[in-house]
């Protein structure tokens, strides 16, 4: 049976190494010893466009859809508490930008606030991952039938296609980019 999951498990990798990147340079901030606020948004930059249009999309438009097709209710399931979370998610991220933003600008006192809310971010992504990986995609593979899956690749196909074709390469080299600045 075709795997429709591994692709995903993919890209929570590369998020997490963002998500690292988010929790290292907070604790620097915080220590005072960090003040490259573009950082923020850049890591905004890549949550909007890589974690969630790109990799959430495929969960939202084709995964989730599938498996709510195939008997798993919208409410009270692991579905819904995703999609709660994606949009938290998305609050997290609108707050953080706000912040970094006038901070750039000069404004003094959104340390704090891009602090609170890039952790909050990063806790929130950590336990989302971890739940798709251990919970959601093994009984998605699990319950999904053969028939459905040639259709959910296709649909992971095209959503590869609709981004730039040096997409993925663009975050990646972005997260190795800060990985290999020590501050
Ligand atoms: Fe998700
Ligand atoms: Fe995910």
């Keep these: 049976m075709e795997d429709v999951t591994n692709v995903m498990v993919v890209e929570h990798k590369l998020i997490l190494r963002m998500v690292a990147l988010v929790e290292r340079n907070s604790a620097l901030v915080e220590e005072g010893k960090f003040t490259d606020w573009q950082f923020f948004l850049d890591a905004v930059d890549f949550i909007r466009h890589y974690a969630d249009r790109f990799h ?104 590869e296609a609709a981004v730039p074709a040096d997409f993925t390469d663009r975050y990646t080299k972005m997260v190795e980019g800060y990985e290999g600045s020590s501050t």
């Design 56 to 159: 959430h999309a495929k969960e939202e438009d084709t995964l989730f859809t599938a498996l709510m097709a195939n008997g798993m209710p919208e409410t009270g399931s692991p579905i819904e508490a995703m999609h709660i979370h994606h949009e938290q998610g998305r609050a997290f991220v609108r707050d953080v930008e706000a912040a970094a933003k006038k901070a750039l600008a000069g404004e003094t006192g959104q340390e704090a606030i891009i602090v609170e809310n890039a952790r909050g971010y990063a806790a929130l992504l950590r336990e989302h991952i971890h739940t798709e990986d251990n919970i959601l995609y093994p009984l998605a593979e699990k319950t999904l039938p053969s028939d459905v899956r040639p259709a959910m690749l296709k649909a992971y196909d095209r959503a």
